[in-house]
């Protein structure tokens, strides 16, 4: 039986406050960005893979395709027990998916993922700005439309054959009552500030020259 909305949205605001928070902490104090993912069970909602960006290694590891990684390769390694990433599993980013991590998504058989923060709050409340710089400049193919028809035009779509992207605003638009909806409304604000001090870190260390392997996400 699918998890109802109220379940779902406690379990990935848990999962980000007591996992993926303390796990970035640590990562933007090395020079690392504030980025997170986790794999969760369809079935029950426990935690398969908890991880967080790990570009001091490679500019590829954002959160996402770290998790990913971990997931294949470190915790279900043998693919006859490993959850099905199809059937089996629910992801969640902290941060809406870059094209690299869509596309890692796709890639890797996961349908349905969550995300907290909009491409929008990265730009403007983390000043990183890239996710809609990459998905504007290289994968807006401009035709006989206008530019302003361009500019109006989604930067992906968020339901697709191969996933299903939503935000956490979304589960709380399918909560029945206005307190039920003020309250999870509430905790999304409270778990989104507990990022305040972490973007605040790293901005502060791009100042001071701990940069990450990539300029990028």
């Known amino acids: 039986m699918p998890a109802s909305a109220r379940d779902l949205l406690s379990t990935?605001?848990?999962?980000?406050?007591?996992?993926?928070?303390p796990m970035t902490r640590d990562g933007v104090a090395s020079g690392s960005k504030v980025f997170g993912a986790a794999i969760l069970s369809r079935h029950d909602l426990a935690r398969l893979t908890v991880v967080t960006n790990n570009e001091r290694v490679s500019p590829l590891l954002h959160g996402e395709i770290n998790c990913i990684q971990a997931f294949f390769t470190r915790d279900f390694p043998d693919p006859a027990s490993r959850p099905d990433p199809q059937?089996?599993?629910?992801?969640?980013?902290?941060h809406e998916p870059c094209s690299?991590?869509?596309?890692?998504?796709?890639?890797?058989?996961?349908?349905?993922?969550?995300?907290?923060?909009?491409?929008?709050?990265?730009?403007?409340?983390?000043?990183?700005?890239?996710?809609?710089?990459?998905?504007?400049?290289?994968f807006r193919v401009a035709g006989t439309e206008s530019e302003e028809q361009v500019e109006r035009r989604e930067l992906y779509n968020r339901e697709n054959k191969f996933f299903s992207g939503k935000s956490f605003l979304s589960l709380v638009e399918k909560l029945e009552t206005?307190?039920?909806?003020e309250h999870?409304?509430?905790?999304?604000?409270?778990?989104?500030a507990l990022y305040n001090a972490l973007s605040v870190t790293y901005q502060e260390g791009k100042k001071a020259g701990a940069q990450t392997a990539s300029a990028w996400k």
């Open 100 to 138: 690299l991590c869509l596309s890692g998504i796709a890639w890797s058989g996961f349908r349905e993922f969550y995300y907290l923060f909009t491409y929008e709050d990265s730009r403007d409340l983390f000043a990183i700005p890239y996710d809609i710089d990459i998905l504007q400049q290289v």
């Open 12 to 21: 990935l605001l848990r999962t980000i406050e007591h996992e993926i928070v």
């Open 87 to 94: 059937t089996d599993c629910i992801f969640l980013a902290t």
């Open 178 to 181: 206005k307190e039920e909806r």
């Open 184 to 192: 999870w409304l509430a905790e999304i604000e409270r778990v989104k």
